[in-house]
Structure formats: C-alpha cells, structure tokens
C-alpha cells in the first residue's frame, strides 16, 4: 500500500463532529483524487501534510515549536518523505524529529483534526494528530525551530493562531 493509498483510508475513516471537519474531508480526497502527486510537496496546487500536537506525559500542557520559517508558535509537522508508508508515520516522524523526544505516543483513534492553511510553499492540507510524551521526556530544538516551549492548554491563546487553538480544543477532547 502507497502513501496515497493510506491517506485515502485514514479519510474515508475519518468522522468528526467538530464544525468544517466533514467539508475538509471531502475536499482533501477530491484533491488526492485530482493531483497525482497530491502527497508531495511538487504538487503547487497544495498537499497534504502531517502534523502532531505534543502532549506532557500528565497530559497539563503542549509542545509547541516557533517554527524558524513561519515565525509561529505551531505543533509539530511538515511534508511528508518518500520513506512514509502512513500518514500516521509521518506525523510520529516529524513530531520526534522537531521535539527531539523519542518515544513519542500517538493518541488512539486517528486524526484529530483536518485544517486547511497557506504556507509560502502552497496550500498545505494537514491531517492532525496528537501525541503524548513518555515520562521524563526532555526536548531539544531541531534546525526547523527558533524555539520550544511547553505551554499550559489555556496559554496557547496568547501565543498561536486560532488553528493551533482548536487543534488544542479538539486533542483535550480526544483525551
């Protein structure tokens, strides 16, 4: 099974309750449907990438990066690679690579949330999971990071945008 292949899966599967969450959906397989290379940071007309929201071990606070590019507080995420097999990997590689924490836990149950956001490169169609960290987990900041920081659930307000904001809402109610 490709990558692709994956992504249409973990789609189709994927229902959630939380407001735009269906239309996204719809919109993300139409574009796998329409871009051959729809997984790859090649295809201008956008694609999908994988992200993660890092959790502490007692599940108080987030990880967030301030991304060197973007000059944001984000979770963990990026493109994926040719060596992904799952979208699911992808974001587990990216959330390690960006934390620096081994070890990392995806929560159960898939995707936490879809968003759809600009990024100089194109449109970035992010499938969103959620992670937790193993107990005495110590970060470090990766060349992609100006910064790292764990931050108490309702600190994100002040420092993110509001898609890190509801990614934030919607990982507090997968926990």
């Known amino acids: ?10 789609l ?3 229902e959630d309750g939380q407001e735009g969450q269906g239309g996204l959906r719809r919109a993300y397989l139409d574009h796998l449907a329409a871009y051959e290379d729809a997984m790859w940071k090649s295809c201008e007309a956008g694609h999908l990438t994988a992200s993660a929201l890092v959790v502490d071990p007692e599940r108080d606070r987030v990880l967030l990066t301030l991304h060197r590019k973007m000059r944001m507080w984000l979770q963990m995420g990026g493109h994926c690679e ?10 587990l590689r990216e959330a390690t690579e960006e934390s620096g924490i081994p070890g990392l836990t995806l929560l159960p149950g898939g995707p936490v949330r879809l968003d759809r956001h600009e990024t100089p490169c194109a449109w970035h169609l992010d499938v969103q999971y ?4 193993p107990p005495g987990a110590v970060e ?11 931050f108490a659930y309702d600190e994100v307000a002040a420092v993110a945008d509001a898609s890190v904001v509801r990614l934030v809402r919607a990982t507090l109610a997968r926990l």
């Open 130 to 133: 959620a992670a937790v960290a």
């Open 1 to 10: 099974m490709t990558l692709r292949d994956d992504a249409v899966l973990v």
């Open 12 to 14: 189709k599967a994927y």
């Open 140 to 150: 470090a900041i990766s060349d992609e990071s100006l910064d790292l920081r764990w």
């Open 82 to 91: 040719p060596e992904d097999t799952t979208l699911a990997g992808a974001a």
